[in-house]
């Protein structure tokens, strides 16, 4: 007879709710009934020890919270600077929990890789504070990651240019990660609306994080935006509010580095130089484009900053940016170039060294990964 599993009735419910799965769904997912289930979260039957491991996984919790009496206290482990209206927003999703504690992994890895390969602390880190002049924050980051006209006139397109500045961020010690799925799970996406990215201040092995859900217009500027955060010192969650004006974002760390955004990639002195006050917006936009090498929404939003487009014109050519862009998606191309976005070329390039050198198992580097043990060998190949 097969072992049942001493599990917790309503703490299956509070697990399959949270995680947004029917009733019907969760049944499926072990081959059950839905009335078989039912008599679980009611306490009145007990599964098996196989189909409660099974249930945990499918609910994305440690099998250990399926005995708890009560529901556990999830704490954020960043500060959520998320705001709606000036409040602080409920309990984060599971799939950001997830991301968030993922990205922490992969940094307590790359730390001590780091810190045992002699490295010494990247000196830009909380080189300034949120009460310094965005201006002169941007600036010193144009200087420090090369974001300047040599670089522009490299870019074959805006979208070159992110690549770049993702590049030239890494070279220089920033970790950069992108997805816009759990992992390498392409049915749990991330909410855009819920956040665009984070960061993870650390002066040996600072960390930025962009939803890759998000507009791929708009991807460059979050990058930016997670950027400022390492300059002032302040870790967090973003999720910035596009149709306001840096001056309006509710919280006030988002307020200066929305500010630093824009400059570092638009500087405000230059683009008012070339703004022709006499030319239509999107003439303006065409011209701009070609020397910023950026998107159009980039440069929109500095027109918006700077007072060069209204409001009702600025939310009308913003709605059609994002309608004409959608979303980002890791769904499709190349799978180890996505990987490498989703994990850093440079820290998983650190990771396949160790696992040459025997310094980490095929297992623990596939883990961090969140890949087969079987595609380190062929993404080590193509790395080389």
């Known amino acids: 007879m097969a072992t049942e599993a001493f599990i917790t009735g309503p703490m299956l419910r509070w697990a399959r709710e949270r995680d947004g799965l029917s009733v019907e769904d969760a049944a499926k997912s072990v081959d059950v009934t839905v009335e078989r289930v039912l008599a679980w979260e009611d306490g009145e039957q007990r599964p098996t020890l196989r189909k409660a491991q099974a249930l945990a996984h499918k609910l994305n919790i440690p099998f250990t919270y399926l005995f708890l009496s009560e529901p556990p206290t999830e704490e954020f482990p960043v500060p959520d600077l998320r705001t709606v209206s000036g409040q602080t927003p409920s309990q984060p999703s599971p799939e950001l929990l997830w991301i968030v504690n993922d990205a922490l992994s992969k940094q307590e890895w790359y730390r001590a890789y780091l810190l045992d390969a002699g490295a010494t602390t990247v000196p830009f880190i909380g080189s300034f504070s949120e009460n310094t002049d965005p201006l002169v924050i941007a600036e010193s980051i144009r200087s420090t990651l090369s974001v300047d006209d040599d670089m522009r006139a490299r870019a074959t397109s805006w979208d070159n240019f992110l690549t770049r500045f993702v590049r030239q961020s890494e070279a220089k010690g920033v970790t950069v990660l992108r ?138 050519q913003y709605d059609e940016f994002m309608s004409q862009s959608g979303r980002g998606s890791d769904e499709g191309g190349n799978f180890y170039n996505n990987l490498l976005a989703k994990s850093s070329a440079r820290l998983t390039e650190a990771l396949l060294t160790s696992l040459a050198q025997g310094s980490i198992s095929y297992r623990e580097a596939a883990q961090l990964l969140n890949v087969k043990v079987g595609h380190l060998d062929k993404l080590r190949d193509i790395l080389k």
């Open 179 to 316: 997805s816009g799925i759990v992992g390498n799970n392409t049915s749990r996406t991330l909410n855009v609306s819920e956040f665009r990215g984070f960061a993870i201040v650390d002066e040996i092995a600072p960390l930025v994080f962009v939803n890759s859900r998000d507009a791929k217009v708009a991807q460059i500027f979050s990058l930016a935006h997670e950027i400022a955060h390492l300059w002032i010192a302040e870790s967090g969650v973003s999720n910035l509010n596009y149709r306001m004006k840096s001056a309006q974002q509710p919280n006030s760390i988002e307020r200066v580095c929305d500010k630093v955004a824009a400059e570092i990639l638009v500087p405000a002195a230059r683009f008012l130089s070339l703004w022709n006050n006499h030319a239509e917006l999107r003439e303006n936009l065409d011209q701009l484009t070609r020397i910023f090498r950026v998107s159009r929404f980039v440069l929109l939003r500095q027109a918006f900053e700077l007072g060069k487009v209204g409001q009702d014109d600025y939310w009308a």
